[in-house]
């Protein structure tokens, strides 16, 4: 069954770096009828794509780190180990912004793509829609320091191999939730990935 909702007001509390709404809704019940009025803040922030970078015939991982303001008060600190991710512009794909993310955020080139998932990255309070991808790359020259200056990004790229990559997984290093979702899945499914894209 498909239940109901109607949104019955909708405002815009804080326009900056994110967008703050308050809306007053109200929705169908599991056990039949409406619940009462309910009012609640979202943060609207558009949606993502994101992509964990693996060389197949080199059977290496491309990772990056930077500094989130979102983790300053996390018990490792802000800097966190991530993959290649961005906001989805108006009118672009998925795809194409890992294409100019991987270039701008590691100097990466994609040469394929394995979907992953679509998923919700915090509906508590956010509207942002993860898109989640493997990329193959060639990632024999990469490394460095990368990052659009103007974007106030400087980005550390490491590059380690596929057993490094999943041990910093299990080492609880990898601690937000894009990379460990796209490394779970890079273990399951990493020597199937690798078959197809060596022999493919």
């Given at each position: 069954?498909?239940?109901?909702?109607?949104?019955?007001e909708q405002s815009i509390k804080y326009q900056g770096f994110f967008c703050l709404q308050r809306v007053r809704l109200r929705h169908e019940l599991f056990a039949g009828g409406w619940s009462q009025d309910i009012v609640r803040e979202v943060i609207e922030r558009?949606?993502?794509?994101?992509?964990?970078?693996?060389?197949?015939?080199?059977?290496?991982?491309?990772?990056?780190?930077?500094?989130?303001?979102?983790?300053?008060?996390?018990?490792?600190?802000?800097?966190?180990?991530?993959?290649?991710?961005?906001?989805?512009?108006?009118?672009?794909?998925?795809?194409?912004?890992?294409?100019?993310?991987?270039?701008?955020?590691?100097?990466?080139?994609?040469?394929?793509?394995?979907?992953?998932?679509?998923?919700?990255?915090?509906?508590?309070?956010?509207?942002?829609?993860?898109?989640?991808?493997?990329?193959?790359?060639?990632?024999?020259?990469?490394?460095?320091?990368?990052?659009?200056?103007?974007?106030?990004?400087?980005?550390?790229?490491?590059?380690?191999?596929?057993?490094?990559?999943?041990?910093?997984?299990?080492?609880?290093?990898?601690?937000?939730?894009?990379?460990?979702?796209?490394?779970?899945?890079?273990?399951?499914?990493?020597?199937?990935?690798?078959?197809?894209?060596?022999?493919?």
């Amino acid at each position: 069954m498909k239940y109901r909702f109607e949104i019955l007001e909708q405002s815009i509390k804080y326009q900056g770096f994110f967008c703050l709404q308050r809306v007053r809704l109200r929705h169908e019940l599991f056990a039949g009828g409406w619940s009462q009025d309910i009012v609640r803040e979202v943060i609207e922030r558009g949606h993502a794509a994101a992509a964990l970078l693996y060389d197949p015939v080199r059977d290496e991982v491309v990772l990056i780190e930077q500094f989130r303001i979102g983790a300053l008060e996390s018990s490792t600190g802000p800097w966190l180990v991530e993959i290649v991710a961005g906001i989805i512009e108006p009118g672009e794909k998925p795809e194409d912004v890992i294409r100019r993310e991987a270039m701008e955020e590691a100097g990466c080139e994609i040469l394929d793509l394995e979907f992953i998932a679509d998923f919700n990255l915090s509906p508590g309070g956010c509207s942002e829609r993860m898109h989640l991808y493997c990329a193959r790359v060639d990632a024999s020259n990469a490394g460095g320091i990368h990052g659009l200056a103007h974007e106030g990004e400087d980005i550390r790229v490491s590059v380690l191999s596929a057993h490094e990559a999943l041990a910093l997984l299990e080492a609880g290093k990898a601690s937000s939730a894009t990379p460990m979702l796209a490394l779970q899945w890079f273990a399951l499914h990493r020597l199937v990935l690798r078959e197809k894209w060596c022999t493919g």
